[in-house]
């Protein structure tokens, strides 16, 4: 069975940094791009980042570039998000997810993990 | 970017009866909208891809429709499970959710 397994959130002050991990089983890592996606308390779902297979490009929401970068270990298969310069407006549940398609559909999802900035 | 627009906000039905949600983009996407469906405490579930086709393992009530800049998703007879949130997605953008209710 596919799975992704999201790690590393927690309460951080704004300003602070933090790094999630998402670590994955039960299917070829390295055919995929991968994506975080997160979703504010009560409200929608926004996609952040997402990252080619062989990691020769991302992509980043407007929201968070230049504070966050998405990364990945092909021989862990692991997906990581590094977070900087956190703000209140960043306090969400974040996902990741494993994209399939010309149109980054999202097939598989992890069960989140919580992300929130405040003094 | 596309921004999508889902209607109605909330959808209150019985167990038996048909929904239709509604997924309007800004403009044309062609056939490439996604549906996806999200109950409390748990990741969003794809639903339907390319407008038209079911994920692996989604029951055949479920059904997708339209290309350009109207899409709808149908849920033929409502079950039990299927009272949650319904998201349309085009590659990064995501509309704002219907809540399909019990009514």
């Known amino acids: 069975d596919v799975q992704l397994v999201e790690s590393g959130g927690g309460l951080v002050q704004p300003g602070g940094s933090l790094r999630l991990s998402c670590i994955t089983s039960?299917?070829?890592?390295?055919?995929?791009?991968l994506a975080w996606v997160r979703q504010t308390p009560g409200k929608g779902l926004e996609w952040v980042a997402n990252?080619?297979?062989?990691?020769?490009?991302?992509y980043y929401a407007d929201s968070v570039k230049g504070r966050f970068t998405i990364s990945r270990d092909n021989v862990e298969s692991s997906l990581h998000l590094q977070m900087n310069s956190l703000r209140a407006e960043d306090t969400a549940v974040y996902y990741c997810?494993?994209?399939?398609?010309?149109?980054?559909?999202?097939?598989?999802w992890g069960q989140g993990t919580l992300v929130t900035v405040s003094s | 970017e596309i921004v999508l627009t889902q209607s109605p906000g909330t959808l209150s039905l019985s167990p038996g009866e048909r929904a239709t949600l509604s997924c309007r983009a800004s403009r044309s996407v062609g056939i490439y909208l996604a549906w996806y469906q999200q109950k409390p405490g748990q990741a969003p579930r794809l639903l339907i891809y390319?407008?038209?086709n079911r994920a692996t393992g989604i029951p055949a009530r479920f059904s997708g429709s339209g290309s350009g800049t109207d899409f709808t998703l149908t849920i033929s007879s409502l079950e039990p499970e299927d009272f949650a949130v319904y998201y349309c997605?085009?590659?990064?953008?995501f509309g704002q959710g219907t809540r399909l209710e019990l009514k």
């Open positions: 390319d407008a038209s």
């Open positions: 990252m080619a297979e062989d990691r020769s490009v991302a």
């Open positions: 997810a494993r994209v399939w398609g010309s149109y980054d559909y999202m097939t598989h």
């Open positions: 997605q085009q590659r990064r953008d």
């Open positions: 039960g299917f070829t890592f390295t055919k995929y791009w």
